[in-house]
Every structure is written in structure tokens, then in C-alpha cells.
């Protein structure tokens, strides 16, 4: 488990309907990153790096799917309407 640093207090400003706190360049995040917040038990609340969508991320970017669906044991249309799909 990773040893917890204290970064420093901030201030909480208003911006519109929404509450900032700035995070300092020292927190390791990058710009633009996208982070989840969540209030602990004990009423603190921390910061971590989102789940990030791995078909975005190009961690699918190396998987041959097609060959995998060539390798499955039932066919794969590829989405083929049966019914009442089409409106």
C-alpha cells in the first residue's frame, strides 16, 4: 500500500453551480486526465484516475477480432435485424 502525502490545504471556490478545488501539478495528475471522486467513510474524500475506455485507450488496438470470431463455435452476423429492430 501506497504511503498517503499531504499536498497542502486549498481552498474550495464557486464557479457557477459548481464547487473547484484546484489540484496542485505535484498530485501526479495530467491535464486533461478525467479522475473519480470519492467521499470515504469517514467524510474524506479522494482522488483517483477513472476507468478509462480501453477501445479509446488502444489497449484493443493489438486483438485480431475477426480472427477470434472466426474462432468462435457459433456464427457472429454482425448485428443482422430479426425483427422489429428497424423503426
Excluded: C, H
Excluded at 4 to 21: A, D, E, H, P, Q
Excluded at 52 to 72: H, M, R, S, V
Aim: hydrophobic fraction near 35%; charged fraction near 30%; charge should be negative.
Amino acid at each position: 500500500m501506497k504511503e498517503m502525502v499531504n499536498l497542502g490545504k486549498f481552498k474550495v471556490r464557486k464557479n457557477g453551480n459548481s464547487l473547484i478545488v484546484t489540484i496542485p501539478k505535484e498530485s501526479g495528475f495530467s491535464e486533461n486526465e478525467m479522475v473519480e471522486a470519492v467521499r470515504e467513510p469517514d467524510g474524506s474524500i479522494s482522488y483517483k484516475l477513472a476507468q478509462q475506455n480501453p477501445w479509446f485507450t488502444g489497449e484493443y488496438d493489438n486483438y485480431d477480432f475477426e480472427a477470434i470470431k472466426k474462432e468462435l463455435d457459433f456464427p457472429v452476423d454482425g448485428g443482422r435485424a430479426v425483427g422489429k429492430e428497424i423503426i
